[in-house]
């Protein structure tokens, strides 16, 4: 038998370090392993060239989606000690910070749909470079004006209840 000399070119690594490098968990990589977005060896480890490739491809992929007008990086939260209903002060701070946060992000996305929405509508359904855009027939509302005049011509009140209390968070100063 002969033996025959292979050069590798590709180094294996270990599913934890492939994580690590990407910065997700290590049954992630063994699902990205099987799906085919990660290639690798079952049992021995993942090619460190395909995870440094597929580092590279979403890295451009985020660094495309935030290249969009008006979007910017949010401040990081802590957001491990939201999962649990907070009870120590620190937990609160926490809460309330990614509760803001979140209500920021919130503001700026409505912010960009109605600077977007004129332009999208003015355009019209179709094929528009990397997009298609269509439109939707639109929801049913209920007529509050019609309602209220319908019960004011019976003489009726109109029957109201209240919503569960609402969350505001503001900085201290």
Same mark, same amino acid.
């Given at each position: 038998?002969?033996?025959?000399?292979?050069?590798?070119?590709?180094?294996?690594?270990?599913?934890?370090?492939?994580?690590?490098?990407?910065?997700?968990?290590?049954?992630?990589?063994?699902?990205?392993?099987?799906?085919?977005?990660? %290639?690798? *060896?079952?049992? +021995?480890? &993942?090619?460190?060239?395909? /995870? !440094?490739?597929? @580092? =590279?491809?979403?890295?451009?992929?985020?660094?495309?989606?935030?290249?969009?007008?008006?979007?910017?990086?949010?401040?990081?939260?802590?957001? %491990?000690? *939201?999962?649990? +209903?907070? &009870?120590?002060?620190?937990? /609160? !701070?926490?809460? @309330? =910070?990614?509760?803001?946060?979140?209500?920021?992000?919130?503001?700026?996305?409505?912010?960009?749909?109605?600077?977007?929405?004129?332009?999208?509508?003015?355009?019209?359904?179709?094929?528009?470079?990397?997009?298609?855009?269509?439109?939707? @027939?639109?929801?049913?509302?209920?007529?509050?004006?019609?309602?209220?005049?319908?019960?004011?011509?019976?003489?009726?009140?109109?029957?109201?209840?209240?919503?569960?209390?609402?969350?505001?968070?503001?900085?201290?100063?």
């Amino acid at each position: 038998m002969t033996a025959i000399a292979i050069e590798a070119t590709e180094t294996l690594i270990s599913v934890d370090s492939a994580a690590a490098r990407l910065g997700v968990q290590a049954a992630t990589v063994r699902r990205y392993v099987r799906s085919g977005r990660l %290639a690798g *060896v079952p049992g +021995l480890g &993942v090619w460190a060239d395909s /995870v !440094e490739a597929y @580092a =590279a491809r979403r890295d451009a992929s985020v660094a495309r989606t935030r290249a969009c007008p008006g979007w910017r990086r949010p401040a990081p939260v802590a957001m %491990a000690a *939201v999962s649990v +209903l907070p &009870v120590r002060v620190t937990d /609160v !701070e926490s809460a @309330a =910070a990614a509760w803001a946060e979140a209500g920021r992000l919130e503001a700026l996305a409505r912010k960009l749909k109605e600077q977007a929405g004129p332009v999208l509508r003015e355009a019209g359904e179709g094929q528009h470079g990397r997009f298609h855009l269509a439109f939707t @027939a639109g929801r049913e509302v209920l007529d509050t004006v019609a309602v209220r005049a319908d019960f004011a011509g019976r003489g009726a009140e109109l029957p109201m209840r209240r919503n569960a209390p609402s969350i505001k968070v503001t900085p201290v100063a």
